[in-house]
């Protein structure tokens, strides 16, 4: 193990400090982080949002079961996964999406399913939500080990930008095309095995939505959705296979337009954007940027497609 995530409480987080200032770690500042040491080959971060520690390094797992667990959470939780989180080592299914908020590129829904042997197989490559990965590079290399683990059957729908804009004008509705991607995800996975019992969604809408576009479907398989989803191993493998998919575009496409298609709908978006349209026409657009979102009314002037819920 290289990498392990954990929350915990700000009390548990000071109680961390603590003990790495007593093992004599380096300190350093890192962005959106309370504090973030070093020793060795060892990193260990822990972050505003949660807040969470992130441990990084070839001695990741010895520092979790001497350190981490019985000095600062008080709960020995490594190696006892099976018993403590039992759904993760069931058969499932696990479906999560790329893209949803870039104005460039894709809508990318993707889904993997996972038993136990999977689950656990992934775990040790140190597969874990896509979020979490900031390498392209490392992206690519988790979803080869996804796509070669035994049994590990995927499902990836990539909605290109100007399908994405016909279908978005008939559904007129962001979180009805994401159910659409989710149901014909679990669709396509359903059919490579129909005997699973089970899907898991990262909840991003009414749970109803989701479910009525499953039943239009026929598919009556139990759907669980949460938030957070991409803490179980198989919504993890889904998130980093949607990932791959969607820089895989960017980067194509980058190389095509000759501009560089920035990730989000920041200012240098905008920009991008209006570099395009100066460069291939207003036409061109369409071919590579979500039409609905608020960017294009800066980029073009005209006001983008109201999203009703």
Not at 174 to 203: F, K
Not at 237 to 250: C, G
């Amino acid at each position: 193990m290289t990498t392990h995530t954990a929350p915990l409480t700000p009390a548990q987080a000071d109680t961390l400090r603590q003990v790495l200032e007593r093992q004599g770690f380096d300190f350093e500042t890192k962005p959106h982080a309370l504090f973030s040491a070093r020793k060795g080959k060892l990193n260990v971060t822990v972050y505003e949002k949660g807040p969470k520690v992130l441990v990084q390094g070839k001695d990741t797992e010895d520092f979790i079961r001497f350190t981490l667990e019985p000095e600062v959470t008080g709960v020995a939780k490594l190696g006892y996964e099976e018993i403590l989180e039992p759904d993760k080592f069931e058969p499932h299914f696990g479906i999560d999406e790329s893209g949803k908020g870039d104005y460039f590129g894709p809508l990318v829904i993707a889904g993997a399913y996972t038993d136990a042997a999977i689950a656990r197989r992934l775990i040790e490559a140190g597969i874990m939500d896509s979020k979490r990965v900031t390498s392209p590079a490392r992206i690519r290399q988790l979803a080869a080990v996804i796509r070669s683990t035994p049994g590990c059957t995927t499902a990836v729908i990539a909605i290109g930008p100007e399908r994405y804009n016909s279908m978005f004008a008939s559904f007129k509705n962001l979180n009805r095309l994401l159910a659409w991607g989710h149901a014909r995800a679990i669709e396509t996975l359903a059919a490579a095995r129909p005997d699973c019992p089970r899907t898991l969604s990262d909840q991003f809408a009414r749970p109803e939505i989701l479910q009525r576009a499953l039943k239009e479907k026929g598919l009556t398989l139990q759907l669980d959705q949460r938030t957070k989803g991409e803490s179980d191993t198989a919504v993890a493998a889904a998130s980093i296979l949607a990932r791959e998919r969607f820089i895989d575009w960017m980067d194509k496409t980058s190389a095509a337009c000759g501009i560089k298609l920035p990730l989000g709908a920041s200012d240098a978006v905008i920009q991008a954007a209006r570099e395009l349209v100066a460069k291939m026409g207003p036409d061109a657009l369409a071919k590579v940027a979500k039409l609905h979102f608020k960017t294009t009314h800066a980029v073009l002037g005209k006001p983008p497609t109201a999203d009703a819920d």
